[in-house]
């Protein structure tokens, strides 16, 4: 099945500094991934969608400016938490699929615990 | 804008059978999913439903009805391993068909 890998899993940084979070799909091409971010006991939000060759499209009240993103291959995305503050601690999942159709489902990478001290 | 709402916690049995009701409220709806998420891990997806009914796969059946805005996921012979956040989410007819609306989850915790 498709599968979607993330790292890093776990990052603990501190406030000011930048972390890059990767995505990579393993079994398919992916020109489109997504990246969703989740509060402790909240729903997953849309932040952004990832295009491979073209600019990320963002969700209203997102910072495209810190929140960097990249697709430079049809199997990898990467994230950037630009000058990260503690508000940006969460957990970070990216998802893909290799079907563009309605009734395909995303598949999720094992997303990046944030913490930023 | 759309509210998604499925209720926060559930405690089974062992053996037993659960269903997590989830109800929202979407201008233009364009398919419902359940996942099923395990702390600090990836969801992973556990059903889809577009037309009014119910689908069945094995332990696992989700249930829409699009006019009442309402669908549930149904659990039966639950396990330990069935401990985990289901996740219902809704797709919007007007958005990319890689935007979910998330609902905030329903924890369930199966007990001996």
């Known amino acids: 099945g498709a599968v979607v890998s993330q790292h890093p899993s776990r990052v603990i940084c501190k406030s000011g500094t930048s972390v890059k979070i990767e995505c990579r799909s393993l079994?398919?091409?992916?020109?489109?991934m997504f990246w969703y971010r989740q509060f402790p006991k909240k729903s997953l939000m849309l932040m952004a969608t990832s295009n491979e060759g073209s600019k990320a499209t963002y969700e209203q009240g997102v910072e495209k400016d810190k929140f960097l993103i990249n697709h430079a291959s049809l199997t990898l995305s990467t994230l950037t938490v630009t000058s990260a503050h503690p508000e940006d601690s969460s957990f970070y999942i990216c998802s893909a699929s290799p079907f563009r159709q309605g009734n395909s489902p995303l598949h999720f990478g094992n997303g990046t615990r944030l913490t930023v001290t | 804008g759309q509210n998604i709402d499925q209720p926060t916690e559930m405690t089974a049995t062992e053996g037993a059978i659960v269903q997590i009701n989830c109800t929202y409220q979407?201008?233009?709806?364009?398919?419902l999913f359940w996942y099923q998420q395990h702390a600090g891990e990836a969801p992973t997806f556990l059903s889809y439903n577009v037309l009014d009914g119910l689908e069945e796969k094995g332990r696992f059946s989700s249930f829409l009805s699009r006019s009442k805005g309402y669908s549930y996921l149904l659990l039966k012979e639950l396990q330990m391993k069935d401990s985990a956040s289901y996740l219902c989410?809704?797709?919007?007819?007007?958005?990319?068909?890689?935007?979910?609306?998330f609902g905030a989850g329903t924890q369930v915790v199966v007990t001996p």
């Open positions: 079994d398919f091409q992916a020109t489109t």
């Open positions: 989410a809704v797709r919007k007819a007007t958005d990319s068909w890689g935007k979910l609306q």
């Open positions: 979407t201008s233009g709806f364009n398919g």
